[in-house]
């Protein structure tokens, strides 16, 4: 499943809350593309509580605080990863990572520019909620992969994040995966997302599946590992299931600019926003 070497595809997860299996998604999602052959890229964008080198036991050479300064370039502080994919750590616990302005977006922007052809696929494990660094990197994506459980207060904040990033940031396509339910509550948590989004709002959301709660999955993640076959066969079955669901879906051409238009069309739409707060303000 091969993507054009000069166009990588650009898949961004996110959630409307923490603790909902988000980054677990974005590294077994690349870990699985690494398998099928394709060269991956994942991005930690949880900026400042930056998990994935953290989840796959590996040590980071640097943060990207190092990258916006102009201290180091990406291809400093890519680590790969023993399942055959290469992360690019954010950083823990850096408080300027949280909020990025113009000029440092489009330090980032150049540098991912410079290493695009590199790659296959681009994953960016975005932060939880609806801040400006999170807008900024899903809009920047070809595509989104909206996790959620069918916890209330999970699926009222994907719908907010998905509102904003339709109406601000002018995404209209969502992949949808609810985690920690059975296959009945699953569709059902979809479904009242459907509901309310399809009333209030112009987009189109597709449900790629679920994955059950599993202690399997629990104990894969703390022991900082991925979830393997050999230990959780029919857990393993069902991510993988999911997985081959989302990397199945046909690419947005309509966003098929390269990864040069999509992080070029995300700094523009946050300049914009920041001059209409600014307006607004004065």
């Not at 290493?115 to 296959?120: E, K, T």
């Not at 959301?205 to 104990?219: A, C, K, T």
């Amino acid at each position: 499943m091969s993507v054009g070497k000069e166009v990588p595809r650009v898949i961004a997860i996110c959630s409307g809350k923490g603790g909902v299996g988000k980054t677990f998604f974005s590294v077994h999602l690349a870990e699985y593309a690494a398998k099928r052959g394709q060269r991956v890229l994942l991005l930690d964008a949880d900026l400042g509580l930056a998990n994935v080198d953290v989840m796959l036991g590996i040590s980071p050479k640097g943060s990207l605080l190092e990258l916006v300064r102009g201290e180091k370039g990406l291809s400093d502080l890519i680590v790969p990863a023993r399942a055959g994919f290469d992360v690019l750590p954010g950083g823990s616990g850096l408080y300027e990572l949280t909020a990025l302005d113009a000029e440092q977006q489009q330090v980032m922007m150049d540098e991912m520019r410079r290493i695009s052809s590199d790659y296959d696929l681009v994953l960016i494990d975005a932060a939880a909620g609806i801040g400006d660094n999170v807008l900024y990197f899903v809009s920047a994506s070809e595509s989104a992969l909206v996790v959620l459980t069918p916890d209330p207060t999970s699926l009222t904040d994907a719908y907010a994040l998905i509102k904003v990033l339709s109406r601000q940031r002018n995404m209209r396509r969502f992949m949808v995966v609810v985690n920690q339910a059975e296959v009945f509550d699953a569709q059902v948590a979809f479904k009242r997302l459907l509901s309310v989004a399809d009333r209030y709002l112009d987009v189109h959301l597709d449900y790629v599946g679920n994955l059950p709660h599993s202690p399997d999955v629990r104990e894969a993640v703390q022991g900082q590992k991925l979830l393997s076959a050999q230990d959780a066969p029919v857990m393993r079955q069902t991510l993988d299931m999911v997985l081959t669901n989302i990397l199945a879906r046909e690419r947005d051409m309509t966003r098929n600019g390269g990864l040069q238009f999509f992080w070029e069309h995300s700094l523009n739409e946050g300049m914009n926003v920041d001059a209409n707060v600014q307006e607004k303000s004065s």
